[in-house]
Every structure is written in structure tokens, then in C-alpha cells.
């Protein structure tokens, strides 16, 4: 029989000598020796039924950072776990290479900028050092554990990769989904490109609003530059102070344009002077009226943020630069009325941060159809349920197509040229791609005018357009029609790229295959730092995984990211809940050391199981599995976890142990039954453990059955046995509330206790564990205690007897104390003191019994209903 493969077999210690202490880094090494990658390659001819999961490429910064590992770490307890199940799993691995941080940090490296080399030369080093991070991030993630199947591994810069990227482009173009256009888009004036909508993130920035005379009427603007770019003047129609001007032209100062006065009802009368200017564009309200009432284009500001030649003396300013002159101008030439600060919520770009400009350009876009996207999204299962909306939302509010032209170099490049005779755009066959239409010609002269000189497309596309296909990818797509393994039935992702990762690409596979991506997706939180805020250098709450790896192992770190929150939750990293990981790992590993040897070589033995303890640890083991079982088909790995951890520490350490030690112990024949019971408990118990502590749960398996946890199946097990249920919890917490009594009283836990009898309602055979756990004579009864019930004294409550009775109160305690017995179990309403005869307050004592059985005088415990009558030892 194989039992495990690859070479470092022969450093497998021998199955059964457990050391005492658990040598994370030592066992985790061993065992990443020993695994083999093709354990867990997809098998694209087994008729077992798939599970493919739609894996999240990561950008290479060579930096596998916690917010990855966490997510990471959930795709592998999904990944594991239905391995188990018998699932024909894929856990592929890709990295979305393509971008603007790899291109600067190239500029940084070599000391160049992108245009002192040629394009090709570029990109030969934005891959080179792409290559370079991949491979320091795979390391990061083999220490952590995870079963990826490397066979299915993808990188989008090589050209397998990102001539899927442009057939799909080509596709997409040939259906009427990609179009070219002139037409207004975010632009990074300082990354020097389109982005998309989605890229846009909205900040609060402190900006001066000018108020100054605009050909006699006051506007108030917080980019007087862009005067220059001025098309209009708008008012409310309803403003009766500008009533005066309707229907009349204006002469925009320092630049001469005449412009029109427009009346619309979205002009708010009461932000600024009531009146506003238009320009092409100031933002995307600026669009929309251009729009509407066909004005002119005046392109004051390029690509690269300075002043155009409309603009007059300030042309080749920057934009801030010239903001300042015009104001400075405005107050020489009389017409500052004022300038105030204001907060303003500004787009900027999502990597960079640099405010955005709105600039009308020739770029290339994808048709959103929003209802396409929102079907298939509501065909798509959404875990947590709440994240639809998130997705539903932003959709709702799209109002432009998505813009997947890009003005960089390390990207997709788009397949097309245009003719130079005559402009005819002209596309490469599917069969010629990958293509850089930079680098290479078309196959064939210009089918219009068979010209031979072509121009070609030096933008490229937007990295979505890479990623957005990774589902259509792994599923085998070859560009014709839907991917023979479409759907997949998850996708693991964040929820901070839920507007673009998780939506562009419902909206590329819906475009190309008519289909929902995947059955599932399941959007997991972000990592937050100990000081509760999102982990940033500025802040200096970074924690890398390394970090935790070298000082708690892997295991640990992998325990912490499923304890650490429901999925779709932000977890807040904590110190505190590894070490709790790596306490319960030492607990366990106790556990393991214990009952490793007792079982010996009867691991997976069919004993029977009889005692009443042994069927009540089988039955809570059961309904363990049960919780455990449901909450990972909910990807509720905080609640499995919980589970198996409740499971192992109270009810199998801390009760069913402790309970039956004695008897494993003894020559007892009913012995064989806790082995069995053992036997049973730490097998679904390891095989519970796998997909969340991969390296601890095949160490403790290796030592039980001297193979591989990870080619098990999942626990099924299912004994349940109502009565042992109900007694065995009885009997722990008989056996528990004695052990207190021994302790409280300072006896030794292994003292002999004497004799104890127990009155239960129902009869109670426990094959004298209680009797050995305690030390004990044990007698179980069913009849009545015929208890005897004497006052031995009585406890006075002195906050009651000291203010009523002051300085006669030692006189009043020696007259109870003298009271006949039945007086003091219930006291007189008065008595008799010093001849006076007083009220005695409710409460002042209470009486102390003793009891006896038979005459013999016992200590009586209660739990429930159960008595315990104690007879002490001597
Ligand atoms: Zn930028
Ligand atoms: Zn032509």
C-alpha cells in the first residue's frame, strides 16, 4: 500500500513515538517535504463531480500580504474540505501581472523612465521583475499550507494567457460590445491614463471657492482655470435675481469666448452665487448638460494635467499653477469678489490618489447592459447574502460604459491597426494571436483600399480585462462558446473589488458564453491592524504573515484567520488570538499524546462500545460532527471551529478523560470499550482538524494510522443514543460537582473520598467510572434517601442583628442559641430577653443542617435533582 509519496518519506518519524513537546516549524517543514503538488492537481477525466473555484490572481508586489493569507486560507479549508468530500477539486493559482505599480517600480529600479528604453525593452523588464515577485509569493503561500493545484497555475503577461485576453477582446468587438469612441473619461493626469469608474474613489480635500465678475454676473468656482474650457452659464429658471439674463450671451473674462446663459432646474440656487459656469468638463454634471444641449468642446487641460493652447498666456501650466494666475489676474483686473475655503468630496485616482480631470477622448469601451449583468447576478448564490446589494447598487448608478483603453505600456496590448490610406481599422485573426500590433504587421494589405502602411493601436487594456476573464480561463475556454467546466461553482474574492473584479467579470462571461460565471460567490472581510484601522505603512500597523508564521507556525496563523470572523466580516488582527491557536494546538497535542498510546495498535478497531460513557462521548461527538459538518456547507469556518474546539478541550480533555482514565488504566473488560470509543473520537476528530491545521492534523494521523489525513473522507458518523446522552451528562456532572467538593475542601483530586451514595430517578450503570475518577465508593440508588435532617447550629447575619439589637447582641445570640432545635429551623415571631420580651427580625440566622442516613451522619451534595450523600473517610 502507498501511504505517502515523494522523497522525504524516509524523514517520516516512526508512526507512534510521540515526542513531548510539538515542534511547529519542525513538523510543518516536514510534511510541505513531503506532500507531493500532484496530490492535489484537478483530474480533467475523473468522473467524480467537480468543484472549481475561481481562485483570485493577485498582483505580484512579491508581498503575499495578511489580507491575502486570510483569504487564502478560507479558499483552502473550501479546497480541503471538499476534497474530502470526493470532489474532483481545482484550487488553481494565477497572477494578474499587468499595471502601473510594477512599471514604476521598474522606473525606480533601473533609475529610467518608461521612455528612455523601447517599448519591448520595458516590458522585458516589467516581466522580469514580475517573475521575480511570483516566485517570493509562491514561497509565502507554500508556508502556509495551501493545497493549490499548481498544474492549473496562470500568469496573465504570458502570452497562453493574454491572447485569451484578446480574443475575447476580438469577440467581444465582432458582437457589438466593444466600441470606439470620442468620449469624456476619468483620466489620471499624473499615472497618464483612462481609468474606468470603478477606479474612482471619492475623498474629502480643503479647496478654495473664487467668487469673481463673469461679464457682470458674480460666479463663485473652485477651478477658475478652466474658464478657459468655458461653454456656458448656467441658472435656475425659477432665480428670479437672474431673470434679467435669460436668453443672453456672456463674454467669459480673459479669454473672449461669447457663451449663452442656459436655464435648468439641476442648478442649485442656494450653492455659491446661484449661477455656475460649464466646462468641458469640470465633472460629470458638466458632461450631462453638454450633453443635453450640444454645446461645444473646449479641451483646456492634456494628458499630462498642463493648459492647452485655448488657454491662452497660461498654456503649458500646470493646472494648479495656472488655478493660481487666474486668481491672481482676477484680482488685478478688479473682479475677485471673494475667496473662502470649503471641503469638497473630489474623485481621484484609486491607486495614486491625484484628483481626477474628466477629458474628452478617442478610447475604447465595453457596452454595460445593466440587465444582464443584474439576472445573471441574481442567479449567482451570494455569501453573505447582503453582498448582492453592494454589487446591485453600483450597477444601478453605472452611467458610463466601461472605459478599457489605457495609455501605459506593460498591459494587454489591444489587436488593431488602422490603414493609413484610409483609416480603415483593421483586426488580426483569432489564429494570429497573442499580437503587438507595436511590433508586428497585419497578415494582409487593407481589404478597402489595399493599402499596406497601417498605424497601430498603442493603447492597451485595462488589467480587468485580463482578470475578468479568469473564471473563462481555468474552466477551459478556447473562445468558442461556453468553457466545457463553466460554471464554476465558487468565487473567493474580497469586497473591495466587488465593483470590478466580481462585476466585470459577470459581465465578460455573461457577454461571451450567456452564462453566470459561477454558482457561488463567497466575499470575505478585510484585515484590519490591532489598532482597528486599515493596515497602511502611514499607520505602521502592518503585520506580514511571515511574521506570525516564524514565531507560531503556520497552523496557527491559518486557526486565527478561521476563528477570526464570519466571512464577509472585517477581521481585526490580534496577537492574542494566535497565541489562544497555538494553546489549543498544545492542548490538542496532549490530548493526542494521551490517548495515542492507550489505543496502541487498535486504531480504527471495531470493539464494541458499551459503557455509558463511551456511548455518551460517541453521541456528543455525533452531533459535533453534525455542527461541524453544516457550518462548513455554510463557510461558517469560525462556527466549525468553535465546534471542534468546544468538542476537544471541554467534553473529551476536560470531562469524558478525566472520567474514564482510571478505567483505561484497569484490566477492566469494559476497557476495550473507551479504546474503541477513543479510537473512533480521535479519528473524526483529526480528520475534523485537516482542512484548517493541515501540517498538525497529518502529524497526529501519521502517529494513529500511519497514513495521510488528507486522502480521508470526510466524517460521517452518525451514533446517537439519546439515553447515554442524557446519563452521561449526569454522570459528568456528578462526577464534576465532587471534584469541585474534594478541592474546595482542600482534599487532594486522587484522595479517597470515602463512600458515596447517589440517588437518581432512573437507574445508572457507569461501569464504575465515577467510583475510579473519584476515588470512591460509588453506590447508585433509585429509592428515596430516607434522610434524617438535624439543626446542627445556626449562622447568624450579623448586618441584620447587629443595628436591631446593639449592645445585646451577644445576649440575643446566646438566647437563640438556647432555643430548642425546632425553634431554630423556624424562628419565633419574639422572645424572651433579660426579661423583656423582643421582636426577632426576619432573617437574623439561618439554621445549619446535618444529615443522616440510618443514623450514620452524611454530607449531602445536590446536582439537579440528584442527592449525593457523602460519607467521608476518616
Ligand atoms: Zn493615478
Ligand atoms: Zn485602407
Known sequence: MRRYNGNGRRNLPPAGEIPKHYDFTEVEERWQRTWRDEDNYFDRRSPRPRYIIDTPPPYPTGNFHIGNALNWCYIDFIARYR?????????????????????????????????????????????????????????????????????????????????????????????????????????????????????????????????????????????????????????????????????????????????????????????????????TFGDKQDFHWWKEYNLPLRKAIDRKGTMTGIAGKYAGMRVEDARKAIAGDMKK???????????????????????????????????????????????????????????????????????????RIFATPIPVWFCDACGEMILPSEDDLPVDPTVALPKAPCPKCGGVKFTPEEDVLDTWMD?????????????????????????????????????????????????????????????????????????????????????????????????????????????????????????????????????????????????????????????????VTSAMEAYAFDQALKAIREFAWNILADEYIELVKGRLYSEEPERESAIAALSITLDALIRMLAPFVPHFAEECYHHLKGRSVHREPWVEFGFRDAAAGEKGDLLTRIVSELRTYKHDRGMALNAPFGRLTIYTKSPVDDSGDAARALNAE?????????????????????????????????????????????SLENPPAAMVLGGDEVPVPAGAFTPNFTYAIGGKDVEIVTVGDVIVAVERAP
Not at 469678489?337 to 481621484?348: H, P
Request: a neutral charge; hydrophobic letters at 40%.
Open 333 to 407: 483686473a478688479n473682479l475677485l469678489r471673494g475667496e473662502k475655503r470649503i471641503t469638497q468630496r473630489v474623485g481621484t485616482c484609486w491607486r495614486c490618489k491625484t484628483p481626477i480631470e474628466i477629458l474628452s477622448e478617442r478610447q475604447w469601451f465595453i457596452r454595460v447592459k445593466h440587465d444582464e449583468i443584474l439576472r445573471a447576478a441574481r442567479e449567482v448564490t451570494w455569501i453573505p447574502e447582503y453582498m448582492r446589494t453592494r454589487l446591485e447598487n453600483w450597477v444601478a448608478q453605472m452611467e458610463w460604459d466601461w472605459c478599457i483603453s489605457r495609455q
Open 778 to 822: 460509588v453506590l447508585w440508588r433509585t429509592e428515596e434517601p430516607l434522610l434524617e435532617k438535624r439543626v446542627q447550629d445556626v449562622k447568624f447575619n450579623m448586618g441584620i442583628v447587629g443595628p436591631a439589637f446593639k449592645g445585646r447582641a451577644r445576649e440575643f445570640m446566646d438566647a437563640v442559641r438556647r432555643l430548642p432545635r425546632e
Open 467 to 627: 482578470s475578468s476573464i479568469s473564471v473563462l480561463h481555468v474552466t477551459g475556454w478556447d473562445g468558442s462558446g461556453t468553457p466545457p467546466l463553466f460554471p464554476a461553482q465558487l468565487r473567493p474574492q474580497g469586497h473591495d473589488i466587488i465593483r470590478t473584479w466580481a462585476c466585470y467579470t459577470i459581465l465578460r462571461s455573461v457577454a461571451l458564453t450567456g452564462q453566470k460565471p459561477w454558482e457561488g460567490i463567497l466575499v470575505n472581510g478585510m484585515v484590519l491592524g490591532e489598532d482597528g484601522f486599515k493596515m497602511s505603512k502611514s499607520r505602521g500597523n502592518i503585520i506580514q504573515p511571515e511574521e506570525i508564521l516564524g514565531k507560531y507556525g503556520a497552523d496557527s496563523f491559518r486557526q486565527w484567520s478561521a476563528s477570526g470572523a464570519a466571512t464577509g466580516s472585517d477581521v481585526m488582527f490580534n496577537w492574542n488570538d494566535v497565541v489562544a491557536a497555538s494553546r489549543l494546538q498544545t492542548k490538542l497535542w496532549n490530548i493526542v499524546r494521551f490517548i495515542l498510546p492507550k489505543i496502541g495498535d487498535r486504531a480504527g478497531g471495531t470493539g464494541e462500545v458499551t459503557a455509558l460513557a463511551d456511548r455518551w462521548l460517541l453521541d456528543r461527538l455525533s452531533g459535533t460532527v453534525a455542527e
Open 83 to 279: 476534497r474530502m468530500q470526493g470532489f474532483n477539486v481545482m484550487f488553481p493559482q494565477g497572477w494578474d501581472c499587468h499595471g502601473l505599480p510594477t512599471e514604476v517600480k521598474v522606473e525606480e529600479e533601473h533609475g529610467i523612465t518608461k521612455n528612455d528604453v523601447s517599448r519591448e525593452e520595458f516590458r522585458r523588464m516589467c516581466r522580469e521583475l514580475t517573475a521575480r515577485n511570483i516566485e517570493l509569493m509562491r514561497r509565502t503561500m507554500r508556508r502556509l499550507g495551501f493545497s493549490t493545484d499548481w498544474s492549473n497555475e496562470y500568469v496573465t503577461m504570458l502570452p497562453e494567457y493574454f491572447s485569451k485576453t484578446q480574443r475575447s477582446f476580438l469577440r467581444m468587438f465582432h458582437s457589438g460590445y466593444i466600441y470606439q469612441a470620442e468620449h469624456p473619461v476619468n483620466f489620471c493626469i499624473r499615472c497618464e491614463t483612462a481609468i474606468a469608474f470603478a477606479e474612482v474613489t471619492y475623498q474629502e480635500r480643503e479647496t478654495t471657492l473664487t467668487t469673481f465678475d463673469f461679464d457682470g454676473v458674480e460666479i463663485a468656482t473652485t477651478r477658475p482655470e478652466l474658464l478657459a474650457a468655458c461653454v456656458a452659464v448656467a441658472v435656475n429658471p425659477d432665480d428670479e435675481r437672474f431673470t434679467r439674463l435669460h436668453g443672453k450671451e456672456l463674454t467669459v473674462p480673459f479669454f473672449g469666448q461669447r457663451v449663452p446663459v442656459l436655464q435648468d432646474g439641476a442648478v442649485d440656487p442656494t450653492f455659491g452665487t446661484g449661477a455656475v459656469m460649464i466646462c
